[in-house]
C-alpha cells in the first residue's frame, strides 16, 4: 500500500519561497529511500504544481541514465499534464503508471547529475520577458500545443540515441519556466529547442532510410 508523502506546511512555504534549484532540491530529499511512483512524485511536488512537476521529471533525461520503465511513466506522465494544462482540468494518471514502481537510488544519482542543468537554467530566465508570448488565448493555445508536441516527441522510440531525449526534455523545461514565470523568453527557447529536436529526428530518419537503401543495394 503507497504512503503518502505530503509536505509539512514548513516545507510547503519553502517550495513556494525558494528558487527552482532548491525547490528541486527539498523534492528530491522527501523521496522515499528505496522505491517511488509517479503518485508519490505528485503529492510531494503538489498536484496543483503542474510546470514544477513538468520540470522534475523532464529532469531526468538530460543526463545519460538507464532506469526500467521510467521514459514510460515519466513520458506519458509529462504528456498529460501538457493536455490536463490545455483544457484545464484536473491532472488524471492511470493506474498503471500512477503506480509503477521506480528505482529511488537510480533516481536521486540522475537527478543530482542533472541539476547543473537546472542552476544554469535559472540564470536564463527573467519573469514577464516578451509578454507577447505568454498572454492571449490564441497564443497560450499553440504554447500548450507545443508543449504537449516536446511531450509527444520525448517519447519517441529513439532514446538510445545520444540527445533524442535530451531536447525535448530542454523544450518541456523552457516552456514549464516560462508558464510559471510568464518567461515569453523561455518560451521562445522551448520553440527553438522543439524546432531542434524536429530538425534531429529528420536527419535521423533520413539517415536510417540511407541506410536501408544501402543495405539492399548491397545484397543485390
Known amino acids: 500500500m503507497e504512503e503518502h508523502l505530503n509536505l509539512t506546511k514548513t516545507e510547503e512555504a519553502e517550495l513556494e519561497a525558494e528558487s527552482l534549484g532548491e525547490k528541486i532540491e527539498l523534492v ?17 511536488v503538489g498536484v496543483d504544481s503542474l510546470m514544477l512537476l513538468t520540470i522534475f521529471l523532464s529532469l531526468i533525461f538530460l543526463v545519460p541514465v538507464s532506469i526500467p520503465g521510467v521514459s514510460t511513466v515519466f513520458g506519458t506522465g509529462i504528456l498529460l499534464i501538457g493536455i490536463t494544462h490545455l483544457i484545464a482540468r484536473k491532472l488524471w494518471l492511470p493506474g498503471f503508471i500512477a503506480h509503477r514502481k521506480l528505482s529511488t537510488e537510480k533516481l536521486r544519482e540522475g537527478f543530482g547529475r542533472a541539476l547543473t542543468w537546472i542552476h544554469r537554467l535559472e540564470r536564463v530566465s527573467r519573469p514577464h520577458r516578451l509578454p507577447r508570448m505568454t498572454t492571449g488565448f ?7 500545443l507545443s508543449f504537449i ?3 509527444l516527441l520525448l517519447m519517441a522510440p529513439f532514446g538510445f540515441i545520444p540527445f533524442s531525449n535530451t531536447l525535448p526534455a530542454l523544450a518541456l523545461i523552457f ?3 516560462g508558464m510559471m514565470d ?7 527557447l522551448g520553440y527553438l529547442a522543439n524546432i531542434a529536436t524536429l530538425i534531429y529526428f529528420g536527419f535521423l530518419i533520413a539517415g536510417g532510410g540511407f541506410s536501408v537503401v544501402e543495405l539492399f ?3 543485390q
Open 28 to 44: 528530491i530529499k522527501k523521496l522515499p529511500p528505496h522505491e517511488v511512483t509517479l503518485n508519490e512524485i505528485m503529492d510531494i
Open 149 to 151: 508536441l516536446a511531450a
Open 217 to 219: 543495394q548491397r545484397l
Open 175 to 177: 516552456f514549464a519556466l
Open 182 to 188: 510568464r518567461d515569453g523568453g523561455a518560451i521562445l
Open 138 to 144: 490564441v497564443t497560450n493555445l499553440i504554447n500548450n
